[in-house]
């Protein structure tokens, strides 16, 4: 029995060496005397199940006895057994197996590595002390006992007056976070002073201080707010309108000037609503005999709650100047309550009832708002197409020596222009400035396109030409004879209203000379001449005066867009629309679009292979880039050399440690949490309180972190770089 003691406690000291080397090893680690009881406990917990020192039990102890002390011969045994049952022998046996033991026994060692276990234990101390020499865990160590991790805020003097002057300290704290009403959310009270919360939402701190505080103010990135004092203690409230860090600053009633710690401020925006259209694909074409219906499945979800939501339809009906559009708002089939979070709504879109027609477009998506204030957010749908196919289309052919009718393909239409116009006027005071301005810019830049395209008619071959100023009129009237047969031959291509040749589309020229011995040419008065760009048309006098005056008046309308003021544009646009619609209606015989000319080829040199005049195109450019993030490198480079201890602390080091940190701070506004340790550490430097080996490695190595990727600029390249390096390289990055 006592050595089945001397057993288990001799395993009991074995898990506690066990345990408690490792201890020592994470005190060393995290300085931290709570985590290293915790790691005590925790492997005094471990090692007893590991080594389970309980089943030392007297049977367990006689068989290790009955094999380790050869004088037991196998009976010790029998003194665990009652001696009346015993035979004579066998009571002879154990009086002998008991004188045996009881000296043996004594020297016997059992079977426990109580060595092995101390040797871990000095192991542990070791490789502890030479960690902390190396400063191999600094930053855990800087983490788990840096108080800014408590959700108390803890205040540092900002000069050397620290040590003689009281430290104000926070009695109580509490921060309150009013959410927006539209979310329905109820506001919430913390002690901590990382804030997260809704974009819109109220933040309100209230401090109460053991010690009297002079001029206690909140800096908000750089902004000061004063706390207002309301009985014993400070409060201020402020609207979280964008994500950045704040820091308390005060002075005691010796002077001395005190500041926290930096803590995030992040502003959650609240995302538009989300639409899903299900099984529909993006172009859905009808013939005349199927049934027009298109089927709307639709998913639309949001964060807070859907305000209102619904289908903007537009019909399409007509091509080129004729084109005409119809837009409607169409409901959904369900009714959708405001403040839903998320909704499947359905339309049955028939296109018979939207009155449609052979050749006729749908264009149709879904617009939805949510419920944000003061201005709701809002998103639509890709735009989707339902198109009744027209079978009918008409030909035109070529008859005798005469022209084709056949319209010109333009660009966008000056319909369409006003169409956008009106509606850009009609979306000012919804949209921003800098859209407005684009808007407008890109009308007109469409204008310009229209106008260069109508001037190709006109013989205006140069996209830089000066605008065309008005040209009048100065036809005569004159009254041209024609045979029965020319009459006949024209009446098709030609508009008589009140006599014959009103619009004079064909001149007529009587030759003054009958017997001129060089035939006019028949063709000529249809030719596109472009050695002369008054007769390089086929528009007569009228036709032209007309088509002059609606490209000067186009000037004017590309004009106002381009200065931002569509409300002056619009006039000109509805008379340039009312010049073309008059010489669409009075004209039949048009040009084609005109295509690409190629440069006439030099028969001589065809296909011989000559290259010897062909240059190749050269270009030498300078450009000056600009260096981001320069503040930040130069203080990378500054604690470099704070680190190899090749230079001292100086006062300019201040400034440059104060302007990175606002580089920082631009750089993390979207992800405030990422960088506040290293903003910490920059403050803690600037405020004396931080100038250690420690903190200069742990500052440069979060700069480093934060700064962007280089983008890859053109040169030529001495190695050559595997695409699977390259990956590797960048996962080392992202884990180092």
Request: glycine letters at 6%; a negative charge; hydrophobic letters at 35%.
């Amino acid at each position: 029995m006592k050595f089945q003691k001397r057993w288990q406690l001799l395993s009991y000291a074995e898990v506690v060496l066990y345990a408690l080397g490792f201890a020592v090893l994470c005190y060393f680690i995290t300085k931290n005397v709570v985590i290293s009881l915790v790691t005590l406990l925790i492997g005094l917990l471990l090692f007893i199940l590991i080594k389970k020192p309980w089943q030392h039990n007297l049977f367990s102890t006689s068989t290790y006895v009955d094999a380790h002390v050869s004088e037991a011969s196998f009976s010790s045994g029998l003194l665990l057994q009652p001696e009346d049952s015993l035979s004579n022998l066998a009571k002879l046996q154990r009086y002998k197996v008991a004188q045996e033991l009881s000296v043996k026994l004594g020297s016997l060692t059992p079977p426990i590595a109580i060595k092995q276990a101390l040797l871990v234990l000095l192991g542990c101390v070791i490789l502890g002390i030479v960690i902390d020499k190396l400063q191999v865990f600094s930053g855990v160590d800087q983490i788990l006992n840096n108080p800014n991790n408590s959700e108390q805020i803890q205040f540092i003097a900002t000069d050397s007056l620290e040590g003689k002057s009281i430290v104000p300290k926070i009695e109580t704290q509490v921060i309150k976070v009013f959410y927006p009403s539209y979310t329905r959310l109820s506001s919430t009270s913390s002690t901590n002073p990382n804030i997260k919360a809704v974009k819109g939402s109220t933040v309100q701190w209230k401090l109460q201080f053991d010690h009297t505080v002079i001029e206690p103010v909140l800096d908000v990135m750089g902004e000061i707010k004063p706390l207002k004092k309301i009985g014993t203690g400070y409060q201020i409230q402020l609207p979280l309108t964008t994500s950045g860090f704040y820091s308390f600053k005060f002075k005691n009633e010796e002077g001395t000037a005190f500041t926290s710690d930096l803590f995030s401020l992040e502003a959650i925006p609240d995302n538009p609503p989300e639409i899903e259209i299900l099984g529909l694909e993006q172009y859905t074409y009808f013939d005349f005999s199927d049934k027009k219906v298109v089927q709307l499945q639709s998913t639309i979800t949001d964060d807070f709650g859907i305000d209102e939501a619904y289908i903007i339809a537009t019909v399409s009906k007509g091509s080129g100047e004729s084109v005409k559009f119809r837009e409607e708002k169409l409901n959904f089939k369900e009714t959708i309550s405001k403040g839903v979070k998320s909704v499947r709504a359905t339309k049955t879109l028939d296109l018979n009832a939207l009155k449609m027609e052979m050749g006729d477009e749908l264009y149709f998506y879904i617009e939805a708002f949510d419920e944000k204030q003061p201005k709701r957010n809002v998103s639509r749908s890709e735009t989707y197409f339902a198109v009744i196919k027209d079978t009918v289309g008409e030909q035109y052919g070529v008859e005798g020596t005469l022209g084709v009718d056949q319209m010109p393909d333009y660009f966008r239409s000056q319909r369409q222009l006003i169409i956008d116009t009106e509606k850009l006027i009609k979306d000012k005071p919804t949209i921003s400035i800098q859209e407005f301005k684009s808007r407008s810019n890109e009308l007109g830049f469409d204008q310009k396109a229209l106008r260069l395209k109508y001037g190709q008619f006109m013989g205006d071959e140069s996209e830089m030409e000066e605008a065309p100023a008005e040209i009048e009129s100065h036809e005569e009237g004159e009254d041209h004879d024609h045979t029965e047969d020319q009459e006949s031959m024209l009446k098709e291509f030609m508009h008589d209203h009140d006599g014959d040749n009103e619009h004079n589309l064909v001149e007529q020229h009587e030759h003054e000379n009958e017997n001129d011995s060089e035939p006019e040419d028949p063709l000529h008065d249809y030719l596109h001449n472009h050695d002369d760009p008054e007769e390089s048309t086929l528009f007569e006098e009228s036709l032209k005066t007309k088509l002059r005056k609606a490209l000067s008046i186009m000037w004017d309308a590309e004009l106002y867009l381009r200065l931002y003021e569509p409300e002056k544009s619009l006039p000109f646009q509805y008379d340039a629309l009312k010049l073309i619609q008059e010489i669409k209606n009075s004209a039949r015989i048009y040009v084609h679009r005109i295509g690409f000319d190629p440069p006439p080829i030099k028969e001589d040199s065809r296909l011989t292979g000559e290259i010897k005049d062909i240059e190749n195109y050269s270009k030498n450019e300078s450009k000056e880039a600009e260096q981001p993030f320069k503040v930040i490198k130069e203080a990378v480079s500054r604690l470099e050399l704070l680190v190899q201890k090749e230079g001292v602390y100086k006062e300019n080091d201040t400034a440059l440690f104060t302007a990175a940190g606002n580089e920082l701070a631009q750089l993390a506004i979207d992800n405030p949490g990422k960088h506040l340790q290293v903003l910490q550490g920059l403050k803690s430097i600037e405020n004396n309180t931080g100038r250690t080996l420690e903190n200069y490695r742990f500052v440069q190595k979060g700069l480093l972190l934060a700064l962007p990727d280089t983008p890859q600029k053109p040169g030529a390249k001495k190695m050559y770089v595997d695409e699977i390096n390259s990956l590797f390289l960048k996962q080392l990055e992202v884990y180092d």
